[in-house]
């Protein structure tokens, strides 16, 4: 009913620069939080950094001051802007939308992306 897909990941190196997107489809009124989620093999998935429809935001201690996260209601997208990438940042990036009301069917609820690889190695 409400699909969300990321785009943007990939291979950098560290110290370098990735813009991750990620775009809501589906008949939506309104979202009141989108947010990246990131999730390394072996650990438990995080949030990395979330963001409300009034743009009050929330970043994990880990990334503050290297991440951005930034939403464009009109399209339902949510970004996030990763700088001084670290080895350590390396996980699959996934991207939830929580408190999604539909244009059509009222409430539907909180959505996630199939995510998207980011590696952070020279």
């Known amino acids: 009913q409400v699909q969300l897909v990321e785009s943007g990941g990939g291979l950098v190196q560290p110290g370098g620069s990735l813009r991750l997107s990620c775009a809501a489809s589906?008949?939506?009124?309104?979202?009141?939080?989108m947010g990246w989620y990131r999730q390394a093999p072996g650990k438990q998935r995080e949030s990395v950094a979330v963001?409300?429809?009034?743009?009050?935001?929330n970043y994990a201690d880990s990334v503050k001051g290297r991440f951005t996260i930034s939403r464009d209601n009109a399209k339902n997208t949510v970004y996030l802007e990763m700088n001084s990438l670290k080895p350590e940042d390396s996980a699959v990036y996934y991207c939830?939308?929580?408190?999604?009301?539909?244009?059509?069917?009222?409430?539907?609820?909180?959505?996630w992306g199939q995510g998207t690889q980011v590696t952070v190695s020279s």
């Open positions: 589906g008949s939506i009124f309104s979202i009141a939080t």
């Open positions: 939830k939308a929580a408190g999604v009301v539909g244009s059509i069917s009222g409430t539907l609820g909180d959505y």
């Open positions: 963001i409300s429809r009034g743009g009050f935001t």
